[in-house]
């Protein structure tokens, strides 16, 4: 089984590359699966239901989100009532949506996705860590494939998260910097892990925003509008593999065979 997660989409242009390049990767590396983490997908802050709708109708099963989760109003009603759209378990539990999709795959597989976020240097929340413990027991013994998008500020919060949970999930991706790191690894109880995914959008802004206004703000400090950038997109992903028939990991669920970072460019 080979499950593809897709780093932070950003505006339009990240977008693009997804209906871009996405067909041509699930086919060529036989994906079974595809997550991504979609908070800033409309214009670089937050996403829409039209947008949802847009991203599902790719091929994408489940999208995860973070911090800018409520940016746009008009989630607020559908999250919901689309189950498939996620924000972090950890935030207030009466905020709409929710942090956890247990489901079944086109291809017939159980898995689940759970969606958590960090609390160094973000807006406070509840422990991410104690609600992973939670959240991980409530989901059913016979599904064998677990995700957890940690989306965090500091590469520290999200390498302690991947040791507690090694083991006990599959897969442990990190998102929210949008800078993709080089320490993919599958951990020693088979927990497939990297910090940070990277993101899916423009390359030739500031982490997807155009640099002049980013560049003002460190300069005067004064308010600036920001708009998403363009030139040098991206589709920053990894490709998590499980061999179905190896012997699974202390919680039952199936044990990382490997993970490879993917850099794709529209064609």
């Known amino acids: 089984m080979r499950t593809l997660f897709i780093g932070d989409i950003v505006g339009s242009p990240g977008r693009e590359i997804v209906r871009d390049r996405l067909a041509d990767v699930v086919e060529h590396r036989q994906i079974d699966l595809v997550i991504a983490n979609g908070e800033n997908s409309a214009s670089g802050f937050g996403i829409t239901p039209k947008i949802t709708e847009e991203l599902l109708s790719l091929g994408i099963e489940v999208i995860t989100g973070g911090n800018h989760s409520w940016d746009r109003r008009e989630i607020l009603e559908y999250m919901p009532y689309q189950p498939r759209l996620l924000r972090p378990a950890n935030f207030p539990a009466a905020n709409p949506g929710s942090g956890l999709f247990v489901g079944e795959s086109k291809k017939g597989m159980k898995f689940a996705v759970l969606n958590l976020q960090g609390r160094i240097f973000l807006p406070g929340n509840d422990d991410p860590f104690t609600t992973a413990d939670k959240l991980l027991a409530s989901i059913p013994a016979d599904v064998p494939f677990v995700l957890v998008d940690m989306h965090a500020e500091t590469t520290s919060e999200k390498i302690a998260f ?28 088979s927990t497939a892990y990297i910090t940070d995914v990277g993101m899916t959008g423009p390359h030739d802004g500031v982490i997807g925003m155009d640099r002049n206004g980013i560049i003002k703000k460190f ?49």
Do not use: C
Request: charged letters at 25%; hydrophobic letters at 45%.
């Open 162 to 189: 991947g040791w507690y949970v090694d083991g006990r999930v599959t897969a442990v991706v990190g998102t929210h910097t949008h800078v993709t790191t080089a320490d993919e690894r599958v951990l020693p109880k």
């Open 219 to 267: 300069l005067d400090g004064m308010p600036s509008r920001f708009e998403v950038a363009s030139g040098n997109v991206q589709m920053n992903a990894v490709v998590i593999e499980v061999d179905e028939a190896a012997p699974r990991n202390q919680a039952g669920r199936f044990a990382a065979k490997s993970i490879e970072r993917l850099r794709l460019l529209i064609d």
